[in-house]
C-alpha cells in the first residue's frame, strides 16, 4: 500500500523470496608433512580441497565457489584478493577462514579451517651392514630387522621398511621381507623408509649391504720340511 500527499492510494504486491545459506562439507583441519626443510611451514594446495567441501552426499555440486581468506571479516566481506594456491603457512598451526558461495543465489556460509604441518621423523643413516660369505657365493641372507633401532635412533611411534629402490621407498611399496637376499655385491645399496605411523609422514636413508668373502683354505697344503 503507497499513499501519495493527495490522499491517494495504490495497493500492489511482490513475493519475499529467502534463500537459503548454501550447504557444503567443512573441512576444519588441512594437514601435510613438511618439506626437506624442517621449519614447520610448507605449501598447502588449498585448491585440492574444494571438491571436497562443494560434495554433499558424494554429490558434487558445480555451482558453489570457495575462497580461502586470513580473517572471517575478510571471508564475510568476500575481500578480493582472497588467499591464493598454493599458500605458505606463516605460523605452526595456522588457522585460515573459508567462504562457500552459491554462484546462483550469492548466499554464502564461512567457517575455520586449521592448516597443520606434520614433522617428519629424523631417521639415523646406519652404518654399512657387513656379513661374511662363509661359502664364497656372494649371496648372505639379511636380517634387516638388526637395524632397525639405530635407524630410529629412539624416536617414539617410528616404523621401518625396506626397499630396493629410491622410488619403492617413497611409494612405500614393495617392501623387502627379512632376511632379504642381495641380489649383487659386494656391495649393494637399499634404502630403508622411516614414518610416522600417527600420521604418514616419512624421511629415507640409504644403507649399504656388504658382502665379505671369506678366506679360503686349500685342500692341500705341501708339507714344511
Known sequence: RAVNLEGCVTVS???L????????TPVPLFQICDDSTPDGQTDFDLDSQNNNIATVGGVFNPDLTVTYHLTETDAEAGTIPSLTSPYTNSVNPEFIWLRVEDDITGCYGDFQMEL??????TPVVPADFIECDEDNDGEIAFDLALK???IIGGQPGVLITYHETIGAAQAGTPVLVSPYTNTSGPIQTIFAR???TATGCFDIVP??????????IPTTITPIE
Not at 644403507?207 to 679360503?216: A, F, W
Open 17 to 24: 523470496i529467502i534463500d537459503t545459506v548454501p550447504i557444503y
Open 116 to 121: 597443520l604441518v606434520n614433522p617428519l621423523p
Open 194 to 196: 622411516a614414518e610416522f
Open 148 to 150: 632397525d633401532t639405530e
Open 13 to 15: 504486491s511482490f513475493d
Open 207 to 216: 644403507m649399504n649391504l656388504v658382502v665379505n668373502p671369506t678366506p679360503i
